[in-house]
């Protein structure tokens, strides 16, 4: 549960000091970004062993740094059926949810299995370079999204997030120059940077007061658990890696229906 309650946490913080709640979890993607590139070095050198257990320094190291968090002041808290039912009950809620878990679609999938089959199709160098572009543009979507969300709202910014994840993985699975699908993967700043952040505002925005945090956790619960779980599974029923065009087609296709269930949400 740490994700959702951290968003929890940054969100209060947002509203209370009119911070940012984007330049915040970016941080999160910098350390992805860090960790991605350094810990392919750290195992041949050293061994998983030595992984591993900076793994777990790291988890102490956030662990103690937790008590540094300011403290919200303590409030009745609903049961958890009650927190699900009043949250399932609200219209928004649903939508966002919905239309997160049909972008999880090509999320999930490019997660998976995107790094294993650019490998065999064009090398260490290009897989590489192409994921750390689009966490690099996630990063800094997610610095400026405040601006952003304040000047569209968040159902346009879920759109626009919806259609650049439509035309990344349509351009992914047709166009066959690896230099285009690698520069095509900047998309992802759109895709997951300005969803995650419109998403989370807008859920923020449509939750009950007392079962905000509550709205956080469903969300990581249903677009990033139930949600991955379908996607792949629907890929591993397409072929795997042997079917990636026809599994990014049908991302485009999810993300595209996901903006369409976004219609009746409030800007």
């Excluded at 750290?42 to 740094?65: E, K």
């Excluded at 997160?100 to 790094?115: I, K, T, V």
């Excluded at 007392?210 to 996607?231: E, I, K, N, W």
Aim: proline share 6%; with cysteine.
């Amino acid at each position: 549960p740490v994700g959702a309650l951290s968003d929890a946490v940054c969100l209060a913080w947002a509203e209370r000091t009119g911070g940012a709640f984007g330049r915040v979890r970016a941080w999160g993607s910098l350390g992805y970004l860090l960790a991605t590139l350094g810990i392919a070095n750290l195992n041949q050198r050293l061994g998983h062993g030595f992984t591993l257990g900076l793994f777990l320094v790291l988890l102490g190291l956030g662990a103690a740094f937790t008590f540094a968090l300011p403290a919200a002041p303590p409030r009745p808290t609903a049961s958890l059926w009650h927190a699900f039912r009043r949250l399932v009950a609200t219209p928004a809620v649903r939508r966002v949810l919905l239309a997160g878990s049909l972008q999880q679609m090509g999320l999930a999938p490019y997660d998976a299995l995107y790094p294993t089959w650019m490998l065999h199709r064009a090398g260490g160098v290009w897989t590489g370079a192409s994921i750390a572009l689009g966490v690099v543009c996630e990063i800094a979507v997610m610095v400026w999204a405040r601006p952003w969300l304040a000047r569209v709202g968040v159902r346009r910014a879920l759109l626009q997030s919806f259609g650049a994840a439509a035309l990344r993985w349509v351009v992914t699975a047709l166009v066959p120059s690896v230099a285009t699908v690698a520069l095509v993967q900047c998309l992802h700043g759109l895709a997951f940077g300005l969803y995650f952040v419109a998403a989370v505002e807008a859920l923020d925005r449509a939750a009950p007061e007392d079962v905000r945090a509550s709205a956080q956790g469903v969300h990581y619960t249903v677009v990033f658990g139930a949600g991955p779980s379908l996607a792949l599974g629907l890929a591993g029923a397409l072929g795997g890696l042997g079917a990636m065009r026809a599994i990014f087609l049908t991302a485009a296709a999810a993300s595209v229906l996901a903006a369409c269930t976004l219609r009746p949400l409030p800007p």
